[in-house]
């Protein structure tokens, strides 16, 4: 089984900065793509910035040039640099991975989402 936990997410003010984490754990042998998206109450989750192995970056367009993606693949540890951060940034925050197990390969996995709350 693999376990996706991310952190970071908390309150700040419009300009501020924040800067989430998502950690991969279990049976993993490899993981290709991992990704963040954002998801509001009733609405479709969508793509944030994405990571390949190789470290091949994209972006929403709302968030290029405000929002870094990295990952350490030591650490199978993915981070999202969130900088002048605005109101409409507020909301969940979810990691994805493509992770080959030693079952399975290509699977996708979600971590439980960690909020970022933006102030005005």
């Known amino acids: 089984q693999v376990q996706l936990v991310e952190s970071g997410g908390g309150l700040v003010q419009a300009g501020g900065s924040l800067r989430l984490s998502c950690a991969a754990s279990?049976?993993?042998?490899?993981?290709?793509?991992m990704g963040w998206y954002r998801q509001d109450p009733g609405k479709q989750r969508e793509l944030v910035a994405a990571?390949?192995?190789?470290?091949?970056?994209n972006y929403a367009d709302s968030v290029k040039g405000r929002f870094t993606i990295s990952r350490d693949n030591t650490k199978n540890t993915m981070y999202l640099q969130m900088n002048s951060l605005k109101p409409e940034d507020t909301t969940i925050y979810y990691c994805k991975a493509v992770v080959t197990t030693q079952l399975y390969s290509g699977m996708n996995y979600w971590g439980k989402g960690t909020l970022v709350t933006v102030s005005s």
């Open positions: 990571i390949t192995s190789g470290g091949m970056t």
């Open positions: 279990g049976s993993i042998r490899s993981i290709n793509e």
